[in-house]
């Protein structure tokens, strides 16, 4: 679906705008001991002048390709306007000076082509690493319904993998089945196997792709050196007994993702990795299961920042962001979520995980619906959502907060919600609370057209004067009129400047009133 920016995302936009990183030309000649391979698909074969690769005997085939192993600096390229079929499965690695490349080559219209052909994977890069992938076009539609991936990353055994890009792909069409494992069905597909070596990615950057119309997930990580008590009974059987081996700066940003059967985003096993201004339209729209736009599972310090999240098809889960199972010190700020039909945020722990040190600031929520928030049953512990707006004009949510609890003793839900603004300009209904704990606590917020039930959560009742745009018009009584909170980020949804020692505004503006 599409949907019109409003002027309130003039920042954000610039930002999203920002020109994309420089690419080296092909041409660029490669190093002393480095070498430079073509692929033409389209090529015939000629047995008096047999393929070596060169560009005047280009190989024809990818089996061709995937017989060489290839070494730091090298470049194995494709030509444009040429598709192969198939499985890319290059053997060997680049270096941390000289990566290997996987790029295009040739000044024809149009991008050179993978197209899987149905096989399990399109391009398949296994225990590597210092390796760049880019400016190709993938695809993976044949045979539609069983597991397959555009483009699997997977270690086995290997320990670190160091410096891995994908960028500026254009991947779409991999019709896979509703799968949600360690092999696939993704368009990315980032993978830990093995057995007996801890294996994890240390600088995976994954950025500036375009991907549409995959079933099931977007970008998905798995591994199995997960293992750790936070995760409780929600532990893969299959998971390596020894200590929990998270990948490291890992960064997934700059995506435009369309049309997703399942999740949108789903990072598992990291530790400080950064998701941003990716921009998702279209999740939860052929799964079975429950997904989400963007999500955290089994990590630590994730940072999910200036995304824009749309169209999530149904309540099972449907949210945008969710900080699920074994989560600690995730932090969603500066994101802008709407028209979602599960909601805005889900904080899951379940079947003995814990939630730890969630933060959820300074974003804006616009026609969210079904829950503006849900909180699974399990331990929820120190939970800070503050300064965010939620606006409903055409879906009103049926509850403001859903606690799904199950038995005291298992469940605890820590959640304080301070400084948050909630405007409903549609029909009069909705937001109710359904089953709130003694631990979920209200402070400082303001509540617009919005009946409720048990419990009323105080704060402000009255009309913010909120623009179009989601600032404040003067005379708002949102105008500080929130409370100090430390370690607030230091910046609103548009930029400004948020003191560490003046009362701030409700809401996720913390500018002036506006005329």
Known sequence: MRHRRTPARALAAAVLALPLLTLAPAAQAAGPTAHRHHVDCSAAPDPAAPADGSAARPWTTLAEANAHSYGPGDELLFKRGTTCTGTLQPSGAGSAGQPFTIADYGDAPGRAVIDGAGAHDAVLLANT????????????????????????????????????????????????????????????????????????????????????????????????????DLVGNQQDPNAYPGPWTPSLNVRVHHNTLTSIAGDGIKIDTTR????????LDGFQLRSKAANAGIWTFNTDDTLVEYNEVSGGGNTKDGMSFDADGASKGTVFQYNHSHDNTGGFLLICPYSGAKVLDTVVRYNVSRDDGARLVQNCWGPILNTQIYNNTFVNRTRIPAYLVQDDTGSPATTRHELAF??????????????????????????????????????????????????????????????????????????????????????????????????
């Open 418 to 515: 301070r400084n948050n603004l909630f405007v409903n300009d549609g029909p009069f209904g909705g937001y109710a609370f359904k089953n709130p704990t003694p631990d979920l606590s209200f402070s400082h917020n303001l509540f617009h057209n919005v009946p409720m039930t048990r419990p009323d959560p105080g704060g402000v009742k009255a009309d913010p004067l909120l623009r179009a745009d989601f600032r404040l018009r003067t005379g708002s009584p949102a105008l500080s009129a929130g409370t100090l909170i430390a370690d607030n980020g230091g910046r609103d949804w548009f930029g400004n400047e948020v003191s560490p020692t003046s009362v701030p505004n409700i809401g996720a503006y913390e500018g002036i009133g506006v005329d």
């Open 272 to 279: 400080g990795a950064r998701v941003d201004h990716n921009r």
């Open 129 to 228: 690493q210092h390796l760049r992938l880019t400016r190709l076009e993938i695809t993976n539609a044949a045979a539609p319904g069983t597991e397959r991936n555009g483009v699997r990353l997977r270690l086995s055994d290997y320990g670190a993998a160091k410096n891995i890009t994908l960028d500026h792909l254009s991947l779409h069409d991999v019709r896979g089945g509703d799968f949600k494992t360690l092999t696939g069905s993704s368009a990315i597909h980032v993978a830990v196997e093995g057995t007996t070596v801890p294996s994890w990615y240390d600088g995976l950057d994954i950025h500036h792709n375009t991907i549409r119309d995959v079933d099931r997930e977007g970008i998905y990580f798995k591994s199995r050196f997960s293992k750790r």
